[in-house]
């Protein structure tokens, strides 16, 4: 940048003011020493003192506000710098929180992941035993009804043999008595034709009677034999009748019995059958309702201890936000007291000139210079 010229007055006196700045600022340097000339004449000791003075007095005042603005803004740079020192450092511990609870939510993922696991064993193993048992069931209820079927055919053959045997026992005494019959009315016919010729010709009247006698008695045999065959036919055939009912009955009785046996086992494995199924049920849910709550309460856990983390790191870093703040405040309060002390000590100084005190003034060759 070229050098610029910029017209100004100071104390009332014009001066031209050369510089490699814009025209703004070399007239905004020279409005502040303007002002700070007017703010001294404005006081009654200043204007008793003389020229030389009253130069080193304004010269006294910018040193100060030069060395007080850059105190405070070394003092703004220390603090700034802290605070972004106090901001990395709770980045950082962000970042370790972030990585923490990356880890604790990969835990948390891999604890359900675990946990549908062993839930989805425990369905299998439950299935497994519910199919077990439940062969086992089948198996125990079939043995159970093919050892009654045979027992009910044992009784079937038995009583099967027992009315073949009474059947050909009756038939036998019924061919016996036919074959006695059967001699008798033999014998009587054999009888009767011996009669018959004893008597000869001369008693063919007699004969005659006698045959229709005899044939009227042989009739009378034969219906005599008959009755008595339908009667052992009938008595046979009521015997007979009765063992198969009997038979039928004690059948029907077994397979009754059978069935309420086989129904009571039927019965009785339901019920343990129903109990071993709650007893399991109840196992599973109890076993369910445990790594519910375990997995609940560990992700409870969790999240507590990480709430708890996020609620410390909260609370430091407000605390550290706080504590930069209060920190601040107290620097500006004390560069505000400084300045007003500073002052203080300056009115004294001022006091003490006009009362014709000594004062001393450094950096003069730094005066000469400007």
Known sequence: MSANEQKVYIDGNKYVITGAVSNEYLQKIASYIDDKINEFNSQKSFTKMDKDMRSVMVYINIADDYFKTKKKYNDSESAKKKLQDDFFDLKKKNAANEEELDKVNKELISLKAKSSAEIEVLKSNSKKEFENFKVEQDTKIKEVEIKKNAEINVLKEKYTSEINTLKASKEA??????????????????????????????????????????????????????????????????????????????????????????????????KTHTAEIQSLKEKYEKEMSNLKKDKDDKIFNLKKNKDDELNKLKKEKDKAISDSKALYAREMENLRKEKDEEIAALKKQ?????????????????????
């Open 350 to 370: 001022v006091e003490s000139l006009s009362s014709g005190k000594v004062v001393s003034i450094r950096n003069k060759s730094d005066r000469g210079k400007k």
């Open 173 to 270: 005494e019924l061919k016996l008595v036919q074959a006695e019959n059967l001699k008798n009315i033999k014998a009587l016919e054999d009888k009767n034709v011996k009669d018959l010729k004893t008597l000869g010709d001369k008693k063919n009247l007699e004969i005659e009677e006698v045959k229709k006698a005899q044939k009227v008695e042989i009739e009378k045999v034969k219906a005599e034999f008959n009755a008595k065959l339908e009667k052992y036919k009938a008595t046979g055939n009521q015997q007979i009748a009765g063992i198969r009912a009997d038979k039928d009955k004690a059948v029907k009785a077994a397979e009754e019995n059978v069935k309420k046996e086989v129904e009571d086992i039927k019965k009785e494995l339901d």
